[in-house]
């Protein structure tokens, strides 16, 4: 009995540091899904590319920004490398190649499988793989990146413990309870860490968005990242 007690308190410390070292390693937002939206460009046409004149644009709507991260991978002229719907307009088709592109800055979102994250017109988020990914005219919110980081409640099989591969992350996953969960690492991350971390909140399926570019503004917890230069951006408004 009594080692089974130290085994126990062992394990238990275990987990406890590693639930510590993720607090201390990644800010994290869970979401409404039904609050979520897809952002772009102004009313005029012009790219927001960061998150801070999405900011000043959502003011001007007589709005607050609550939350806003990058939404996935894009061209140099702020085009979604693959698939974006806007309030169920397809933007950018799915895109399902198998290779990059000669020149491509943006490996990551070939490594398959990789996947989409949508929401539909009744507020219910998914993650899925691109090659079980369905169009329908029920598709509100869409962004499409890669690599999936947990398919089916598996990590990546490609993501290695103790990868030196290491650079910030952001990523989301889709909790048991229907919310959205959004997470990206203060510090240097390997893949194989990052995905552990939405493996262990109960996401069945989780993707990755975007690596060292990666920002995210998050008020409430005193993380106000405004710059940056991206595609699509996730956003929390009211």
Request: proline share 5%; charged share 15%.
């Amino acid at each position: 009995m009594h080692l089974i007690s130290y085994l126990l308190v062992f394990l238990l410390c275990i987990s406890w540091t590693t639930s510590h070292w993720y607090e201390e390693s990644l800010i994290t937002y869970t979401a409404d899904p039904a609050k979520i939206q897809l952002f772009w460009k102004d009313n005029e046409g012009q790219y927001l590319r960061s998150i801070g004149r999405l900011e000043s644009w959502i003011t001007s709507q007589k709005k607050k920004l609550i939350f806003a991260t990058n939404g996935g991978m894009y061209e140099s002229d702020g085009t979604p490398v693959g698939l974006f719907i806007q309030n169920s307009k397809v933007v950018k088709p799915l895109n399902q190649k198998e290779v990059l592109k000669n020149g491509s800055a943006i490996p990551n979102f070939y490594l398959k499988p990789n996947g989409v994250f949508y929401i539909d017109k009744a507020g219910k988020a998914f993650v899925t793989e691109t090659s079980k990914f369905i169009l329908s005219k029920q598709i509100q919110w869409a962004t499409q990146s890669g690599p999936m980081l947990v398919t089916n409640g598996a990590i990546h099989p490609v993501f290695q413990k103790g990868s030196p591969n290491q650079v910030i992350r952001s990523g989301v996953g889709i909790l048991p309870n229907g919310k959205v969960l959004f997470a990206i690492s203060r510090t240097p991350m390997n893949f194989y860490d990052f995905a552990l971390y939405f493996q262990q909140q109960g996401c069945a399926n989780a993707l990755f968005l975007d690596g060292f570019v990666s920002r995210m503004y998050l008020p409430e917890k005193g993380v106000r990242q405004t710059d940056g230069n991206f595609g699509v951006i996730v956003g929390v408004a009211e």
